[in-house]
T-cell receptor, first 111, second 118 residues
Framework: GESVGLHLPTLSVQEGDNSIINCAYS??????FIWYKQESGKGPQFIID?????DKRQGQRVTVLLNKTVKHLSLQIAATQPGDSAVYFC??????????FGGGTRVLVKP | DGGITQSPKYLFRKEGQNVTLSCEQN?????MYWYRQDPGQGLRLIYY???????QKGDIAEGYSVSREKKESFPLTVTSAQKNPTAFYLC?????????????????FGDGTRLSIL
């Protein structure tokens, strides 16, 4: 398939281990945060979101943590599987009906 | 199934030519967006529309134009004024984000159009 990004930060993880992907944001007014997964040649797929009145939210095998004090967002993937190999983007809503996206992290799962 | 359809999947532009990328959604979303993605980078907002017959420039609108004549459709034209059009173009839609966090819902994306120069 085609590469989504050639020079992205890469996280290599052994199959079955947990993955942690980090994202920093700068706008303290941001009140809504989203994690997306993008596979090669496809559009971003929604994984999980969190609002600023929460600091943790769990989904199926994924957990998002929000630290508003240091403006930091993380995505934890439990028991990483080969199908989790993709590029992951954080996005945050600030003013208006718009999202700002982070630069992305590539996750490579080793069998 | 509800979703967002982008076409074509691949598109080639000749020098001096305008090309139009299609985006259709059947999610009954009011808001629609166009993003550009370059290798090694995140998504950058080109234009967005919150209601029919209205749209706003995003961060990189120069060389692009849009229209929103129908709720379901938000075509993007890459004009000859865009000197570096080679990129992956993504369309998204969402409900309107009104004041208050309870209305926040994620944007949903199509599978993109890859535009290249001949």
């Amino acid at each position: 398939g085609e590469s989504v990004g050639l020079h992205l930060p890469t996280l290599s993880v052994q199959e079955g281990d947990n993955s942690i992907i980090n994202c920093a944001y700068s706008n303290s007014a941001s009140d809504y945060f989203i994690w997306y997964k993008q596979e090669s040649g496809k559009g971003p797929q929604f994984i999980i979101d969190i609002r600023s009145n929460m600091d943790k939210r769990q989904g199926q095998r994924v957990t998002v943590l929000l630290n508003k004090t240091v403006k930091h967002l993380s995505l934890q993937i439990a028991a990483t599987q080969p199908g989790d190999s993709a590029v992951y983007f954080c996005a945050f809503k600030a003013a208006g009906n718009k999202l700002t996206f982070g630069g992305g992290t590539r996750v490579l799962v080793k069998p | 199934d509800g979703g967002i359809t982008q076409s074509p999947k691949y598109l080639f532009r000749k020098e001096g030519q305008n090309v139009t990328l299609s985006c259709e959604q059947n999610l009954n979303h009011d808001a629609m967006y166009w993003y550009r993605q370059d290798p090694g980078q995140g998504l950058r907002l080109i234009y967005y529309s919150q209601i029919v017959n209205d749209f706003q420039k995003g961060d990189i609108a120069e060389g692009y134009s849009v229209s929103r004549e129908k709720k379901e459709s938000f075509p993007l034209t890459v004009t000859s004024a865009q000197k570096n059009p080679t990129a992956f173009y993504l369309c998204a839609s969402s409900i309107m984000w009104n004041a208050g966090q309870s209305s926040n819902q994620p944007q949903h994306f199509g599978d993109g159009t890859r535009l290249s120069i001949l």
